[in-house]
C-alpha cells in the first residue's frame, strides 16, 4: 500500500465570494506543475559497501526525475524542483502510516484536493531497503544506485498521480508492472520497465495535450 489520504479542505480560510473565483479559475488549469525533490536523505547497506555517496545520490536523483519525466510525456504536466508547485512529492527519510499506533512503513502518501492540489511524500528508507532487498545476486553497485533512483521516481509518479486524479481507484490496478499497482513491496518497482495501467486514459483526459 502506497497509502492515500482524503483530506477535508477547511473552506473557511477563504472568504465568501472568493471562493468561487478561486474554483473558477482552477477548472481551467492549463497545465499542472508538479514539484519533486528530495530532503536530506540517506541510507547505508553492507550490499552497497557502506553508506551513498553524495555522487550516488545525484546519480538517483537523476534517474528518479527521468523516470517522473518519462511517465508523465505527452501530458500537460511541467515538472520541476519547485516547492511552491500545485502538486508536489518530496522524498524523505521515512513514513509511518497514521492510522496505526505500531510502526507501520510505508512507501508514500499523499493528501490531495480535486482540483486545488497536493502534497505528498514518499520514503527514501522504504524504496531503497527494497531495491536492495529486490537485487538479483548479479547486480554489481552502480545497478543498485539506478534500482534505488527507479524506485523513488517510479513511487514519486504513483504519488502524484493520487494528486492529479484525486478521486480515481487507481489501487485497482491488478498489473504488478504498473505505476498504479496498489504496493511498492515488488521487485518491479526496482528492475525492469514499467508501465501505465488504468489511470493514464484519465490522465489524458484531464491532462492530455
Ligand atoms: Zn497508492
Known amino acids: 500500500m502506497m497509502g492515500v489520504q482524503s483530506v477535508t479542505l477547511v473552506l473557511a480560510v477563504l472568504s465568501g465570494t472568493g471562493i468561487y473565483g478561486v474554483l473558477a479559475s482552477l477548472s481551467q488549469e492549463r497545465v499542472a506543475s508538479a ?22 545520490m545525484a546519480r538517483i536523483a537523476h534517474v528518479a526525475r527521468s523516470e517522473l519525466t518519462a511517465a508523465f510525456a505527452g501530458l500537460r504536466v511541467t515538472l520541476s524542483g519547485r516547492q511552491d508547485a500545485r502538486y508536489r512529492v518530496r522524498v524523505v527519510q521515512q513514513l509511518l502510516d497514521r492510522r496505526f499506533k505500531r510502526e507501520v512503513a510505508i512507501a508514500g502518501e499523499s493528501r490531495a484536493i480535486r482540483g486545488f492540489g497536493g502534497v505528498g511524500a514518499v520514503s527514501f528508507y522504504f524504496l531503497a531497503s527494497g531495491a536492495v532487498a529486490s537485487a538479483p545476486d548479479s547486480a554489481d553497485r552502480a545497478a543498485l544506485v539506478d534500482a534505488i533512483g527507479r524506485g523513488v521516481g517510479r513511487a514519486a509518479v504513483h504519488e502524484f498521480v493520487h494528486q492529479l486524479l484525486p478521486l480515481a481507484p487507481i489501487h485497482d490496478s ?12 515488488r521487485r518491479e ?4 520497465a514499467m508501465r501505465w495501467g488504468p489511470a493514464r486514459p484519465l490522465l489524458q483526459r484531464a491532462y492530455g495535450g
Open 35 to 56: 514539484g519533486f525533490w528530495f530532503e536530506d536523505v540517506s541510507f547505508e547497506s553492507s550490499r552497497l559497501g557502506g553508506p551513498l555517496t553524495r555522487e550516488d
Open 174 to 185: 491488478s498489473d504488478v508492472q504498473s505505476y498504479e499497482y496498489a504496493s511498492a513491496s
Open 189 to 192: 518497482q526496482y528492475f525492469g
